[in-house]
């Protein structure tokens, strides 16, 4: 365990994850405790709080201090375009993303960092695995690295919209709109820390821009397959008032749809930037 400012840190996997402890995120933090906690997401990947009980503002002005709070894309949410959105899952909408993800990699700027808080928990079930792109990247081989280098693949919401069915109805038209699929390097280079993570996942990624159909769709399940190693991986028991922070860039996670009752999640995304692949 590390301890900075009185701000303590724990690891929860050797590949990713981190919980904190000895902050109240219900107020606002100084600049220095703020510059800690992002150097751990960018170390952990993801990050952890417990026991916080936030309101709409209180959410809203903590993820605010790491970035700029923006609309869910695509959200039916009627709340105020910055407020946090509050996700049900139950019945068939759970399964949306039960799947290796990186939220939202469909448009041109996707999401720098997502903030999950858990509000309402079923009884049994519920948990969210997350697994760092960096390690998978990294353990990938050097000839297969340096293909992947210099590729690109198309990211498109309609996967999750055929997950959905006429779940995504009104959402899928408004995506369609606003131009449903965009193209992202294969390899994303963190624009942080410089350093290399897989950029692509099976609920967006469709097809590898330079390879032909079926050079595409193999190389595509090799990564699909290879970065759900639980090496590369932890998983989180949700409590009440649990909140995680994780950086976009450079993680996927999975929403385990193992449960019956209704599950609240307090949600807000912060804005990113295009990814960058190496050069």
């Not at 990564?223 to 950086?247: C, E, G, I, Y």
Request: charged share 20%; aromatic share 8%; with cysteine.
């Amino acid at each position: 365990m590390e301890t900075t400012l009185g701000l303590t840190t724990r690891r929860l996997s050797s590949a990713i994850g981190a919980l904190t402890g000895g902050v109240d995120i219900t107020r606002p933090l100084p600049p220095r405790i703020i510059q800690t906690l992002r150097q751990a997401l960018l170390g952990h990947g993801v990050i952890f709080f417990q026991d916080q009980d936030l309101s709409d503002d209180q959410m809203t002005a903590f993820v605010s201090q790491f970035g700029t709070p923006i609309p869910e894309p695509f959200s039916d949410s009627t709340m105020d375009a910055t407020a946090p959105v509050f996700q049900t899952d139950l019945g068939p909408t759970r399964f949306a993303t039960a799947v290796w993800h990186s939220d939202t990699t469909f448009v041109p700027e996707p999401p720098m960092m997502t903030a999950l808080r858990a509000v309402t928990l079923p009884p049994v079930g519920g948990d969210t695995c997350w697994a760092c792109m960096h390690a998978a990247y990294d353990a990938l081989s050097e000839p297969l690295r340096r293909m992947l280098d210099g590729l690109s693949a198309v990211h498109s919401m309609y996967p999750t919209a055929q997950r959905l069915g006429v779940h995504l109805g009104d959402r899928a038209a408004g995506a369609q709109a606003q131009g449903g699929e965009h193209i992202h390097p294969v390899v994303r280079v963190h624009p942080e820390t410089g350093r290399k993570a897989l950029f692509v996942n099976e609920s967006a990624t469709t097809r590898i821009v330079e390879l032909g159909a079926a050079e595409s769709a193999q190389i595509l399940a090799l990564l699909f397959q290879h970065v759900k190693s639980p090496d590369f991986a932890m998983r989180w028991r949700w409590t009440p008032n649990d909140v995680a922070l994780w950086d976009n860039r450079a993680v996927q996670h999975y929403a385990v749809p193992d449960y019956q009752a209704e599950r609240v999640m307090q949600r807000v995304v912060l804005a990113g930037d295009r990814p960058a692949g190496p050069r």
